[in-house]
């Protein structure tokens, strides 16, 4: 099990930037492809982006493809959600999550809640008018 903490949310106006971090601790970070999703007020939570283990391959969901984009940094155990170009609708609470690499195979498993194992907290984003 990895322990998933989220920080970077806030209070911004659309067109501004945000970057989200989640730190891990509890296993070897290398061990985990990781993922961040949303989920908005009265919706349920929806696929943001992922990155395989050694972070060579990404995906980003169509509705931020361009705007926001993940990274990693295996020696800080640190995943990160740069959002540019912020929306109102982009406002959600964003939850990290992990996943033990050998089942992630393909986009679809990148994009499924069930395929991650742990799963931080969540930080919430608020983009205004």
């Known amino acids: 099990q990895v322990q998933l903490e989220e920080s970077g949310g806030g209070l911004v106006q659309a067109g501004g930037s945000l970057r989200l971090s989640c730190a891990a601790s509890?296993?070897?970070?290398?061990?985990?492809?990781m993922g961040w999703f949303r989920q908005a007020p009265g919706k349920e939570r929806e696929f943001v982006a992922a990155?395989?283990?050694?972070?060579?391959?990404?995906y980003h969901a169509d509705s931020v493809k361009g705007r926001f984009t993940i990274s990693r940094d295996n020696a800080k155990n640190t995943v990160y959600l740069q959002m540019n170009s912020l929306k109102p609708e982009d406002t959600a609470v964003y939850y990290c999550?992990?996943?033990?690499?050998?089942?992630?195979?393909?986009?679809?498993?990148?994009?499924?809640?069930?395929?991650?194992?742990?799963w931080g907290r969540g930080t919430q984003v608020t983009v205004s008018s």
């Open positions: 990155i395989r283990w050694n972070g060579e391959n990404t």
């Open positions: 999550a992990a996943g033990l690499r050998n089942k992630f195979y393909s986009f679809i498993r990148y994009s499924t809640e069930s395929t991650y194992d742990d």
């Open positions: 509890g296993r070897t970070f290398s061990s985990y492809a």
